[in-house]
């Protein structure tokens, strides 16, 4: 490897790495958030996974650019500057690859919704859409999709009182 093109695969790095930070500081957050919000339903061990998953999504999204930057300075000091166009191409993959999934994950809270068949779904989709933006919406989104509608508590508390 020339060692010319060194920093820019460090910049390359770099870019990698705070990509990962962003994504992972986000959407740890955003789990945090709405394992908040479906305690408030008593749901506890749905609860408990999207706590897990927020607390673990922030940690690797902390972690990304120490990590990758361990892994670029210990190529350096071993002289082993070829394996920097290898490692360049993982660290791309996955980085895309975290944004595929990202981007998957949006859809989370529909797929919830058209589950349990709820009647706000152009409320959840649109709050998906705008996530984008402004990244709680999710959490809100996610909320409404576990929520029980009110038609079908009013129904089964009916049904209840008549038995």
Not at 63 to 70: E, H, I, K, S, V
Not at 84 to 97: K, N, R
Not at 140 to 158: G, M, R, T
Request: hydrophobic share 55%; proline share 4%.
């Amino acid at each position: 490897m020339n060692s010319t093109n060194v920093p820019n695969l460090e910049a390359l790095f770099n870019i990698c790495a705070n990509g990962l930070e962003i994504v992972g500081i986000r959407y740890g957050i955003v789990f945090i958030i709405t394992a908040v919000l479906i305690a408030f339903l008593k749901q506890w061990k749905v609860a408990r996974n999207y706590l897990l998953l927020g607390v673990g999504t922030t940690i690797c999204g902390l972690a990304a650019p120490g990590f990758l930057n361990w892994i670029a300075a210990s190529i350096h000091d071993a002289n082993a500057e070829y394996l920097y166009g290898p490692f360049a191409i993982l660290c791309v993959i996955f980085t895309f690859g975290v944004a595929i999934v990202s981007l998957g994950l949006l859809y989370l809270p529909v797929h919830i919704a058209r589950k349990h068949q709820k009647q706000k779904l152009g409320w959840i989709i649109g709050l998906t859409a705008f996530s984008l933006l402004i990244p709680f919406l999710w959490s809100i989104a996610v909320f409404l999709a576990y929520k029980p509608d009110k038609a079908v508590a009013n129904n089964s508390e009916a049904n209840s009182a008549q038995v």
